[in-house]
């Protein structure tokens, strides 16, 4: 079965008949006959320098029958191509030698696959569907290993597969289908870096998409469900009139029992008998109990009654399921759900969600499948004892995703519509659901969640609970599942959620909205921009999410054709409007995309235009006057131009930050919209410009690249010649003599405000617990240089404990103040407590060297926690009456450390906001644990030796008045 060409020695006019990965053999007896291992291969000319090869593998493996276990024989075939360029694709066949008329007639066998080097290009073909067009691709690239290859698609090819991606009839579904195996399995779509020159180098990435894309739209148009992963309210909740008209009732738990067997040939202990749920009692298994919902109580026990379970049952035994005479295996996918006759049972791919009638025709004849009819289903529901059939059989339960399906086409699912309450499932694990044959009440039994599964306790709770199915009338044409289409703007809102909280263990909830883009692509391949938010609780059982009561945590994400995507990520709570964030909104322009942020005056809008390339690939570049307004802004100083500038840079970093592997990057690419012309010189101007307006920390900026084209246009020698004359010379902290080593440390220590800090200043003296386990400290006089004696430590090492932590804080968690936790993010560092319901922060958001310093401040009411400048006198009352402390000068400055730097910042305390290094230590050594003396005269650190052995020393350092 496997076909290989002979190798061409010199005969190079010769065609190449290349490789052939082996069609699927169509019998048990075919597929016997075949070698257990057959490789192959075949030189591959691209005209690059190199010849690398195509090959095929396959392999054969042959199970012999278990008469005892009702096993037939089987013939498991695995297949592998492998392309020039490192790309592969891998399919598998299972042929069973069963008896005749015990299993379903096999679909349509899997066809061959051709593989040729011809011409220097690569040609694929799928023989035997006439349908398939062959797939031509052309090198353009080598690099020194295979994984550097990149292909396109050739012109040709455009041209006959244009018409197949808008075909929906059953011969394109069939060749679609091939082709999104082929393709969008691996082979060679995977994702290549774009290449500024090769406008079409992305073109077999884009064809994978397109693929996918048509394929949707074929089982849309065939009543398929499209999107099988999640129910169609939570892909598009706007589409209410696609919903039916389910109700459920308050759950009522009524009793125990333990987990069912997993033998599918038992009998269920768990039935329905006029309009009563019946218990089989787990004990003896020889009585049961029947509950009556309407009346909500329970029967008397009398003995098992099973009559009529048999009758209905679906059981499925090791030979496959009794149908008539025979017994016949469903196709694996599938599971049955309900006995419709003696002949006939309805199966359920819950992966599909497709509902399939197996049945043994009348007069004899081999099993076939066919589509369930509604009188049917109706009919064995009513009769039956209990199923997940629900709407008179138009519906069918899932349990396992809370959800119910369509039986009959157009499929699609929806989520069960629970109400979230306290006493809902939440994130319970269902099983063993039953509908009564009336479809009024439905009983399941309920697991535990899974954080608070105890393998003690197997017990599952029997809930009973209502069912209400209104009218409802399936809609003659299939409903897109697709999100709902938007003929304005799309808009990214502002963080803020108005929905009922959520709890940590329900499901994300989810809300899209996508518009028509007009980017000049073929106009039979159509491109919308699609916006998600995706809306999450925070886990209260998490210590780092235990501050977040009530909140949310909400991802908003702009996706547009070419990989492009934006990102925001907020937190919030019910009702809170109170972000600074204002609205992004999208407009698709003919050719262009532009982005802005609503309500920031003169916003320059982020236009892009689109490079269009086969089958929709599209490349991004800035449009000119983009570029033109930034220069316009950039030359004023005014608030609101430095307003429009910022909030223009935080759009960019939307896109920065999402990293997006997408058509035609590599995963270690990122295509940022800031790569964009000079785009990256732009948003340094920006970050300049800011600096020079708020006094942030100035030597960030002077090492602005000043030479190219970008920087003349953006005036960037100018701007860092400003940035220079911002610096000022360090004159604080003049030094009286030279630093002192006043002894050596086993490891760095503990200082305020820490709850028990292990260094700290105490009436003028230098502090230090013992490091020997002793529980003993001393203390050294800077004034006359001398340690005193070892004395038992003490509980209060100064006065003010308030000013220490109550309890200790881990960056990005919660922040113990006032008595409540406050969620802290790991851009927000904490430096002083100042009372016992204020603390000052620095937020290094903008940069661990452009700190700005802010007071989290909490109310002695119930009110809002409050965010507000500091003050010079409440810094310099908490550093005069605390341990030691970042605060010197009366209060004006503040100790910075950011991390990765050796030595710590000395940064004034309030607008605006400068920072200079403190030339503490030369760069043999690193700096920590630094801290003033409460009345400013003295500055206590560690000093590490970068060099082994890597001694640690403790330093003390005179300090003249800061003027």
């Not at 037939?72 to 008896?99: C, M, Y």
């Not at 497709?354 to 499948?369: D, F, I, N, Q, T």
């Not at 010079?872 to 550093?879: K, M």
Request: charged share 25%; hydrophobic share 35%.
């Amino acid at each position: 079965m496997l076909i290989l060409s002979a190798p061409l020695d010199s005969a190079a006019e010769a065609p190449s008949q290349g490789v052939v990965l082996a069609a699927e053999p169509s019998t048990f007896a075919e597929a016997k006959t075949l070698p257990d291992k057959l490789t192959g291969s075949a030189a591959c000319d691209l005209g690059l320098g190199k010849t690398p090869d195509i090959t095929v593998f396959q392999s054969v493996d042959v199970r012999q029958a278990i008469p005892d276990f009702c096993r037939p024989a089987e013939a498991v075939i695995t297949q592998k191509l492998s392309l020039p360029d490192g790309s592969h694709v891998e399919r598998s066949f299972r042929i069973v030698d069963d008896a005749p008329g015990t299993q379903l007639p096999p679909p349509p066998p899997r066809p061959r696959i051709r593989v040729r080097c011809q011409a220097r290009r690569l040609e694929l073909s799928v023989e035997g569907v006439p349908e398939a067009p062959p797939l031509t691709l052309e090198p353009i690239g080598i690099g020194v290993s295979s994984a550097s290859l990149k292909f396109r698609v050739s012109r040709d090819s455009e041209a006959r597969l244009l018409p197949l991606l808008v075909r929906d009839d059953a011969g394109a579904r069939r060749a679609l289908e091939e082709w999104d195996f082929l393709v969008g399995k691996g082979v060679p779509s995977r994702m290549y870096v774009r290449d500024a020159n090769l406008p079409e180098a992305d073109s077999v990435a884009g064809l994978a998409a397109a693929f996918e894309r048509a394929r949707k739209r074929v089982a849309l148009a065939a009543g398929d469900d499209p999107e099988q992963d999640s129910p169609r309210d939570v892909l598009a909740p706007d589409l209410e009139g696609d919903r039916p008209p389910l109700k459920t009732g308050d759950p009522e738990t009524i009793g125990e029992v333990q987990p069912p067997e997993s033998d599918s040939t038992a009998d269920s202990d768990l039935f329905w008998r006029q309009g009563r749920l019946c218990v089989v009692q787990q004990d003896t298994g020889k009585r049961m109990r029947c509950y009556d919902p309407a009346a909500r109580r329970w029967g008397k026990a009398v003995a098992v009654d099973r009559s009529g379970l048999t009758a209905w049952s679906p059981r499925m035994g090791r030979c496959g399921i009794p149908l008539g005479t025979r017994n016949v295996r469903p196709p694996e996918s599938f599971r049955p759900e309900l006995r419709l006759s003696p002949r006939a049972v309805l199966l359920w791919n819950r992966w599909a969600h497709e509902a399939r009638v197996m049945e043994l025709p009348e007069g004899g004849g081999p099993p076939r499948l066919r589509a369930p009819e509604a009188e049917e289903l109706k009919k064995a529901m009513l009769a039956s004892t209990g199923s997940r059939l629900l709407g008179e059989g138009r519906f069918i339960l899932d349990e396992d995703r809370k959800q119910f399906c369509s039986v009959r086409r157009p499929l699609g699912c929806w989520s069960l519509p629970w109400d979230g309450r306290p006493e809902d499932e939440g994130g319970n694990a269902l099983s063993e659901a039953r509908v009564s044959p009336d479809g009024r009440w439905i009983a399941y039994l309920r697991g535990p969640a899974p954080s608070k599964v105890d393998s003690d306790d197997r017990m599952l709770g029997l809930v009973v609970r209502s069912l209400e199915f209104g009218p409802y009338v399936a809609p003659r044409e299939p409903v897109s599942t697709a999100p709902r289409l938007v003929r304005t703007d799309v808009v990214m809102e502002k963080p803020a959620w108005g929905g009922p909280a959520l709890r940590w263990n329900d499901d994300d909830r989810l809300a899209r909205a996508r518009i028509a883009c007009d980017l000049g692509q073929d106009p039979r391949i159509p491109f919308e921009l699609e916006t998600t938010l995706t809306v999450s609780p925070y886990n209260p059982l998490d210590p780092a999410d235990a501050c977040h009561s009530g909140w949310v945590k909400l991802r908003q994400e702009l996706t547009a054709p070419g990989g492009l995507k934006f990102v925001r990520r907020a937190s919030a709570v019910t009702g809170d409007s109170r972000s600074s964030e204002g609205d992004v909104k999208v407009r698709c322009q003919p050719g262009r995309l532009s982005l802005w942020v609503e309500g920031v005056p003169g916003f320059p809008a982020l236009s892009l235009t689109a490079n269009m390339g086969a089958f929709g690939a599209v490349r991004w570049d800035l449009a000119p006057e983009t570029e033109t307004r930034l220069q316009a802004l950039l030359a004023r100083d005014d608030a609101p131009a430095l307003e429009a500038l910022d909030a223009f840079a935080r759009l960019v970093k939307l896109n920065d930050d999402a990293r997006v592997v997408s058509y035609g990057m590599k995963p270690d690419e990122d295509g940022h919209v800031s790569r964009m012309g000079c785009l990256a010189t732009a948003l340094e101007a920006i970050s300049a410009r800011r600096a020079l307006a708020d006094g942030a920390h100035p030597e960030l900026h002077v090492s602005l690249k000043t030479d190219g084209v970008c920087a003349e246009r953006y005036g960037m020698r100018a701007l860092q010649q400003r940035l220079q004359a911002a610096t000022l010379p360090l004159r604080v902290g003049a030094v009286k003599g030279k630093a002192e080593v006043i002894g050596p440390v086993r490891s760095i220590p503990r200082i305020p405000p820490e709850r028990q800090p292990q260094l700290y200043w105490r009436d003028g003296t230098l502090c230090m617990a013992q490091q020997d386990g002793t529980n003993q400290m001393r203390c050294y006089d800077p004034a006359v240089r001398k340690w005193g004696p070892a004395v038992d430590a003490q509980d209060r090492p100064f006065p003010r404990e308030d000013l220490l932590l109550k309890s200790q804080y881990d960056s990005g968690s919660c922040y113990p103040v006032g008595g409540r936790s406050i969620p802290i993010s790991d851009e927000v560092r904490d430096v002083l407590p100042l009372s016992p319901r204020a603390s000052l922060f620095a937020d290094t958001s903008r940069g661990a060297l452009s700190p700005e310093f802010k007071v989290i401040e909490v109310p002695e009411d119930a009110g809002p926690v409050r965010t507000r400048a500091p003050t010079v006198e409440e810094l310099a009352r908490a550093a005069r009456a605390g341990g030691g402390s970042a605060s010197l000068g009366e209060g004006r400055f503040l100790l910075h450390v950011s991390k990765n730097e050796r030595s710590p910042w000395l940064c004034t305390a309030v607008r605006p906001w400068r920072c200079w290094k403190l030339p503490l230590e030369s760069e043999a050594y690193d700096v920590r644990a630094a801290m003033a003396s409460p009345d400013g005269r003295w500055l206590s650190y560690v000093r590490i030796a970068r060099e082994k052995p890597y001694p640690e020393e403790l330093v003390v350092l005179p300090l003249t008045p800061i003027p």
